[in-house]
């Protein structure tokens, strides 16, 4: 089944009483991602329930962060611009 791209949706939920964040997602990108995080560490991201369009995990959500956007001066912009010539 094809999914719009607003249909492809990742909702991320977690509270102060408990440990664990539960992802719901229908982006096949961040299925792969996730995917590969169960695998490598099982112990800690687990795949609670799938469908064929979507699946649910489970983690820490001391692994959900937030960052601050990077903030680079035109004049290093101008150094990367030039290293990628």
Same mark, same amino acid.
């Given at each position: 089944?094809?999914?719009?791209?607003?249909?492809?949706?990742?909702?991320?939920?977690?509270? %102060?009483?408990?440990?664990?964040?539960?992802?719901?997602?229908?982006?096949?990108?961040?299925?792969?991602?996730?995917?590969?995080?169960?695998?490598?560490f099982p112990? %800690?991201?687990?795949?609670?329930?799938?469908?064929?369009?979507?699946?649910?995990?489970?983690?820490?959500?001391?692994?959900?962060?937030?960052?601050?956007?990077?903030?680079?001066?035109?004049?290093?912009?101008?150094?990367?611009?030039?290293?990628?010539?």
């Amino acid at each position: 089944m094809k999914l719009s791209k607003y249909e492809q949706e990742t909702i991320i939920n977690f509270n %102060v009483a408990e440990s664990d964040a539960v992802v719901f997602t229908r982006d096949k990108a961040v299925i792969r991602k996730l995917d590969a995080l169960v695998t490598e560490f099982p112990e %800690v991201y687990k795949c609670i329930s799938e469908t064929d369009i979507d699946k649910t995990y489970s983690m820490p959500k001391k692994y959900v962060s937030y960052r601050k956007p990077r903030r680079i001066s035109e004049e290093r912009r101008a150094q990367i611009r030039k290293q990628m010539t």
